[in-house]
């Protein structure tokens, strides 16, 4: 099986596995209880909390742990707007093709009576700063703008949008979930306020994420109950999960930069290859984007065939477009850049690690073409394309 769908989620590490399986059989201590048992858990629960913060180069006192990357960009935006709010601030700007755990979140703020500005994220998949500074009002306690887009993979001006937010006294939290593990991220550096992380996106276990929240930067929990990090997150501590996550992280960050090396060039590979296809084009800004990430469209196809075919031949892929319950509407990213709806339903997208070989991209390479013209065969859109019935997008 040839697994391209990293974004979606990755494989654990070996390692990280082993790192956590102690936790789940002998080392099972509640790190709140008093006795050795609980208070070695406890230790080990701050020492990967240390090798977290020291990654992201941050203060072991900003990382707060989290159910996954949901939860962070949940707590992140309902924090900062009831601050708001306390303040007589109602007023949200965030981006046109954010994640839903973000989007959702505003949208039930919007009905609460929070105003939320959308920017738009252009053909290339980037915010421009100078919309940025027009949104920004006197009534403005938050910006949420995500890292890296976890459909096509492009990167916002993270340090530039903190600088701006910040000359506004305006909170501002980034959803890094397909950032961090993938690429550079240095949160002093940034200037961030908050930011969002889940360990499954890096080789690490499911339902285990953080959020980092600056010193000084408020934060209010979203669950309560106990007195778990330090107030701002009530449950016992999922110690193994939290150990597999610092595992994973360490293990990403000390081969980071061989692992995108590798990334790109297979990346590349497979976009020179697939971009031969007549009537396709890549979605979103061909260099400013993940190392791993990359999305395409193929006009007169349907995405959703494309990956059952796909399945077939043993390749493990995402349309990008968010087939959620079954409602057929193309993804609110690809028309957030201005995909028309027939083209954002012929969306592919590949997402490599560090497991992805350069066999498996040849490989995609001589399925891929065959099967986009194998379903051009059998479409009628595409037939009326070719007959001049209607005219091509791409
Ligand atoms: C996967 C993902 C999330 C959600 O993280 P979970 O840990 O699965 O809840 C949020 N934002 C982005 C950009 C993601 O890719």
Not at 257 to 278: A, F, N, P, V
Request: with cysteine; glycine share 8%.
């Amino acid at each position: 099986m040839i697994y391209l769908d990293n974004a979606g989620t990755t494989k654990i590490d070996d390692s990280v596995l082993n790192a956590m399986l102690p936790y789940l059989k002998e080392s099972y201590g509640n790190a709140s209880s008093l006795h050795s048992l609980g208070q070695h858990a406890k230790e080990d629960l701050e020492n990967a909390r240390n090798k977290i913060a020291s990654c992201l180069n941050a203060n072991a006192k900003e990382i707060f742990f989290t159910s996954g990357g949901s939860e962070a960009d949940n707590q992140a935006i309902i924090s900062a707007s009831t601050m708001g709010a306390r303040k007589n601030k109602f007023h949200i700007i965030t981006s046109a093709f954010e994640h839903h755990a973000v989007l959702h979140t505003l949208h039930k703020l919007e009905k609460q009576g929070f105003k939320v500005t959308y920017l738009d994220v252009y053909k290339n998949g980037i915010i421009k700063l100078d919309d940025l500074k027009k949104a920004i009002t006197d009534q403005t306690c938050l910006v949420t703008i995500m890292f890296a887009n976890n459909e096509i993979g492009t990167i916002q001006p993270i340090k530039d949008i903190a600088k701006i937010c910040h000359e506004h006294n305006i909170i501002f939290h980034t959803d890094a979930v397909q950032a961090v593990g993938n690429i550079p991220v240095d949160v002093k550096e940034l200037g961030v306020d908050m930011l969002s992380l889940s360990a499954h996106k890096f080789h690490g276990p499911k339902g285990i994420g953080a959020l980092y929240c600056k010193l000084g930067v408020p934060l209010l929990p979203l669950i309560e109950g106990g007195n778990q990090e330090n107030g701002k997150r009530a449950g016992t501590e999922n110690v193994a999960a939290v150990v597999g996550m610092a595992t994973a992280l360490e293990l990403a960050t000390t081969n980071l930069q061989k692992t995108m090396q590798h990334e790109i060039r297979l990346r590349d590979k497979l976009i020179k290859g697939l971009i031969k296809i007549e009537h396709s084009a890549i979605n979103g800004d061909l260099l400013n984007r993940l190392p791993n990430n990359f999305s395409i469209c193929f006009e007169g196809i349907e995405g959703e065939s494309l990956l059952l075919l796909l399945d077939d031949k043993g390749i493990c892929a995402s349309s990008g477009s968010a087939c959620t319950s079954g409602s057929l509407d193309p993804s609110h990213v690809l028309l957030a850049i201005g995909r028309p709806h027939d083209v954002a339903h012929g969306s592919l997208r590949l997402t490599l690690s560090k497991f992805t070989t350069e066999a498996e991209i040849d490989y995609c390479l001589t399925v891929i073409p065959k099967i986009v013209e194998y379903l051009r065969e059998i479409s009628p859109v595409w037939d009326k394309l070719k007959k001049g019935e209607i005219s091509y997008a791409l």
